[in-house]
Nanobody, 125 residues
Framework: QVHLMESGGGSVQAGGSLRLSCVMS????????MGWFRQAPGKEREGVAG???????FYADNVKGRVTISRDKSNNILYLQMNALKPEDSGTYYC???????????????????WGQGTQVSVSS
């Protein structure tokens, strides 16, 4: 059973950086896709970045050049390094993943979950 736990959020000023982590317990698929999502109050959840087992990475246009997604395979941790943060980056950040899939054309929705509790990011101007 896959269990996801996000951490690393916090409150920062615009221009600051944060590194989010997602421990993906039980995630042992040799072929996989993973992603980071965020949800601001009153808004729908949106994909931020994704990667897959073929080495592809995908970034949403509004974060491209400012964030980097990576994975520590040995410890089964998914990271999201965020730099030059903007107030519009604020929200609750979630990670998700599934066996198979690709991020060549975008981040899968991972509708069947599981999803973690999320980690809160607040960026002040």
């Amino acid at each position: 059973q896959v269990h996801l736990m996000e951490s690393g959020g916090g409150s920062v000023q615009a221009g600051g950086s944060l590194r989010l982590s997602c421990v993906m317990s039980g995630f042992t698929y040799p072929a996989y896709s993973m992603g980071w999502f965020r949800q601001a109050p009153g808004k729908e959840r949106e994909g931020v970045a994704g990667l897959d087992s073929d080495g592809n990475k995908f970034y949403a246009d509004n974060v491209k050049g400012r964030v980097t997604i990576s994975r520590d395979k040995s410890n089964n941790i998914l990271y999201l390094q965020m730099n030059a943060l903007k107030p519009e980056d604020s929200g609750t950040y979630y990670c998700a993943g599934d066996k198979g899939g690709s991020v060549v054309t975008g981040i899968p929705s991972f509708t069947k979950g599981p999803w973690g509790q999320g980690t809160q990011v607040s960026v002040s101007s």
